[in-house]
């Protein structure tokens, strides 16, 4: 089996994201790029609903490369409650892309950070979630996105779809391990880049069951690169849906 080859990360990931308009004709959704960073027994984070850097100094600008080579990038709500990210670009030039926040239940809090960004955040949300919210978040700069559904998650199916028809290329998918979970559980995914830094941790795990019993089914990597920034590893690969 060939070994993974060292090269930059970055621009092989802007490479493959020359093809992502094409990727959106041709399939009515996004580009999907999934990259965390988890520690080596694969923690996300210390404790649920806490936040903790793993990162190094150069992983993390390889993040914020990440982010301004995407057009939007999308969280759960557990990580805007756990982390209160900006999800915008600091650390190298480049254009912010356009937060997406999955929130079933419109708990997004008023005084979260990215209303403060220039791109005002999108919330997704369901038809049965609260109106009285949907104002006071609109009223401080989010806009609201209800999908089909009264209950329970959203489908992400159906989100990347009205992404595609708002002219979204490309999305990165960021966190945290629920969301994670669901986006490889339905073979969203079409690239991963993942940060492994040197610690153990024993916490949040990152990717919890997914639904795929045989061992033909779990979803291997293909395509892969590595590549050392700091004391960080990070890795690049493809999920071989069909293999
Ligand atoms: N290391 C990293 O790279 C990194 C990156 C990001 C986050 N994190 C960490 O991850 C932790 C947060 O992760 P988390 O798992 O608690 O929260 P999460 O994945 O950010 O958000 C999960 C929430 O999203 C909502 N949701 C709606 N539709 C969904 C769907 N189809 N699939 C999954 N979730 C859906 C649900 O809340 P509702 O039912 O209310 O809609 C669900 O509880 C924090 O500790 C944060 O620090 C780490």
Known sequence: MPVG???????????RLRAAAAHRRRTGRPFVTLSYAQSLDGSIAGRPGRPLAL??????????????????ILVGIGTVLADNPRLNVRLVAGADPQPVVVDSRLRFPPYANLLKNRQSPLIVTNEGADAERQQTLEAAGARVLRLPGNNGWIDLADLL??????GINSLMVEGGAQIITSFLAFRLVDQVVLTIAPLLVGGLRVVNPLGHYSRRRFPRLKHLSYQQLGDDLVLRGEPDWDG
């Not at 080859?5 to 490479?15: A, N, T």
């Open 55 to 72: 990162s190094g100094p150069q992983a993390m600008a390889l993040t914020h490369g990440l982010r301004a080579s995407h057009e939007a």
């Open 161 to 166: 779809k009205h992404l595609g028809a708002m």
């Open 5 to 15: 080859k060292v090269i930059p990360i970055l621009d092989q990931v802007r490479e």
